[in-house]
């Protein structure tokens, strides 16, 4: 009885071990995955994002004046971070934001948009890869 009588009144003066949330927001825990940003400006277009991506969350638009369009699939994305390990610029062109993972309202039909957007984005590399070769084609026989 002395012995807790003591402790109750010892820890009026030890340090509070937890954490005062809502007062203080909580830390992040260190293996925190959240969202995947993604920032165009640092970009190089290396695709090593894409090709690391177990689900194939990230797909890249071909343009025909050889731009590339980066879209990112938040659905179905497994939050694994693989196309962070894999970019030459991480933290500056990919990286895993403090936002939490899926966001709480999810849109209609989501993945069956996303499944429409990754044939047409197959199909612009094809078209674009097509492209190349006749105008390289159309030199060669220029040169002839
Ligand atoms: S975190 Fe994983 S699943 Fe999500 S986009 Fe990156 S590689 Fe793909
Ligand atoms: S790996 Fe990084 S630099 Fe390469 S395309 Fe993806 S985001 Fe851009």
């Known amino acids: 009885m002395f012995r ?3 402790n109750a009144f010892a820890n009026l003066f030890r340090p509070v071990r937890t954490h005062p949330y809502p007062a203080e927001p909580m830390p992040l825990p260190t293996a925190w995955r959240g969202l995947i940003e993604y920032n165009e400006e640092a970009c190089i277009f290396c695709d090593k994002c894409e090709k690391a991506c177990p689900p194939k969350s990230i797909r890249f638009f071909q343009h025909e004046d ?6 990112y699939n938040a659905w179905l994305c497994i939050y ?25 309202v999810k849109a209609d039909n989501v993945n069956g948009g996303w499944f429409d957007w990754e044939a047409e984005c197959a199909q612009s590399r094809d078209d674009y890869a097509a492209a190349k070769k006749a105008a390289r084609a159309a030199k060669k026989n220029e040169g002839a």
């Open 80 to 104: 694994c971070g693989e196309c962070v390990r894999a970019c030459p610029k991480p933290e500056e062109a990919l990286w895993q934001s403090e936002t939490k993972a899926r966001p709480a």
């Open 4 to 6: 807790s009588m003591f």
């Open 66 to 71: 050889g731009r590339k369009e980066y879209r």
